[in-house]
């Protein structure tokens, strides 16, 4: 159902504003060139582009911190961050502000063909990288980016592991394409537990930027992504959450441990009221520390009576003894819908908790990709409702 905007505002829609409600994680491109020609590409990156000037990505992180307060989780992104030579600098520089979780969103292909350059971007305080990894099967890869990734997505998740690094498999679910292969995506990082700490199943999304795969194309809204998750795998769509995630139509998460090598939702033993009980009022904070990994959020967080009571619950998946849960493997299974211009919903853009910076403010990735990405000089005043109707 097409929602409209409000004809007339006095700040661009879907900017996020001090004093207002701050994201959980940011994007900050630093370039929209790249080495790959992607038929699902939603900035229209070319290889022909150039960088954005380093001064520029500096004050897009001094602006992001100014919002937050506090340093969030930043993904730097492109086109393909990693074509910048410059990008150890650009880590220094955000890790310098106080920037703790930066992870790099890759195409994996300089990750896996030059040795020892993860490395560096990790000595400069880089911790993790968003993997692009839309499936096993090479005609997977050939509609989605035009060309057969498989042995270098595979290379490069082999050398995030020996870097010692963790990766999320971001992969876009995309209807008659790889919509089928979701519980092998999950057993390939099932197998691969020790690098792969998430995987984000979000829908492919026609957005301002080319999308060139035309037949079979329809979106999947969130829970059309859960009811897939659930048919491949033991993973329920029960056993998601999506209450503090900014809108409930847009994200949900299900932490799944590994347990004599089978699957436990967290969500299936937890009661889920008892988990929004444990976030509180604080909950922003605390689902923060979840980037920080499972060593930093336990030690701020298991400390008391709400967590150990939720470890009680859960001590089944632990062999009935809740101590077991500080040793357990785990992985975060994620479900991300997007919306297209079309169906652009103010409630859920004003509950938006994933930001994307750009020269004119801080905005929510969906208003930005569908109202300003080309066309930065038009504000909310000049958006009539027949525009997305």
């Known amino acids: 159902m097409t ?7 006095p700040k661009l829609f879907g900017q996020f504003l001090p004093k207002e409600k701050k994201p959980f994680m940011a994007m900050v491109e630093v370039t929209n060139r790249c080495n790959m020609a992607c038929p699902i590409c939603y900035s229209d990156a070319s290889p022909n582009i150039k960088d954005k000037p380093i001064a520029e990505v500096t004050r897009a992180l001094k602006q992001l911190l100014e919002l937050t307060e506090t340093p969030i989780p930043l993904q730097i992104s492109g086109g393909e961050p990693t074509l910048r030579d410059d990008l150890p600098q650009i880590i220094a520089i955000a890790k310098q502000m106080g920037y703790r979780n930066i992870e790099v969103i890759s195409n994996g292909i300089r990750i896996a063909s030059e040795p020892g350059y993860l490395d560096t971007l990790k000595q400069e305080g880089l911790t993790a990288v968003y993997l692009q990894f839309d499936g096993l099967q090479p005609e997977t890869t050939l509609a989605i980016r035009g060309q057969d990734m498989t042995a270098v997505r595979h290379k490069a998740v082999e050398v995030i592991g020996t870097s010692e690094l963790c990766c999320t498999l971001a992969v876009v679910v995309t209807k008659g394409v790889n919509d089928h292969e979701i519980g092998d995506i999950i057993n390939f990082a ?26 079979q194309y329809e979106g999947y809204n969130l829970n059309d992504l859960l009811a897939l998750i659930e048919q491949q795998t033991s993973i329920g769509a029960d056993t998601f959450i999506s209450e503090h995630l900014g809108h409930n139509s847009c994200n949900a998460m299900s932490p799944v441990f590994l347990v004599d090598n089978a699957l436990e939702p967290l969500f299936k033993h937890v009661n889920k009221d008892g988990a929004l009980h444990f976030l509180g009022k604080d909950s922003r904070e605390k689902i923060l520390s979840t980037f920080g990994g499972k060593r930093h959020f336990f030690g701020r967080h298991l400390l008391s009576k709400e967590a150990w009571k939720l470890i009680a619950q859960a001590a089944p998946i632990f062999g009935n003894n809740p101590y077991n849960v500080l040793k357990s493997k785990h992985i975060l299974i994620f479900a991300k819908a997007f919306m297209e211009k079309t169906a652009l919903d103010p409630e859920r853009i004003a509950n938006c908790c994933y930001a994307i910076t750009s020269e004119k403010g801080i905005f929510s990735f969906c208003a930005y990709n569908n109202l300003y990405r080309f066309n930065d000089e038009r504000d909310n005043e000049n958006i009539k409702k027949d525009d997305i109707s």
Do not use: D, H
């Open 190 to 215: 099932i197998k691969n537990i020790t690098v792969v700490r998430a995987i984000n199943f979000q829908s492919a999304t026609r957005l301002t930027g080319r999308f060139n795969i035309e037949e």
């Open 3 to 9: 929602q409209n905007l409000p004809e007339t505002s």
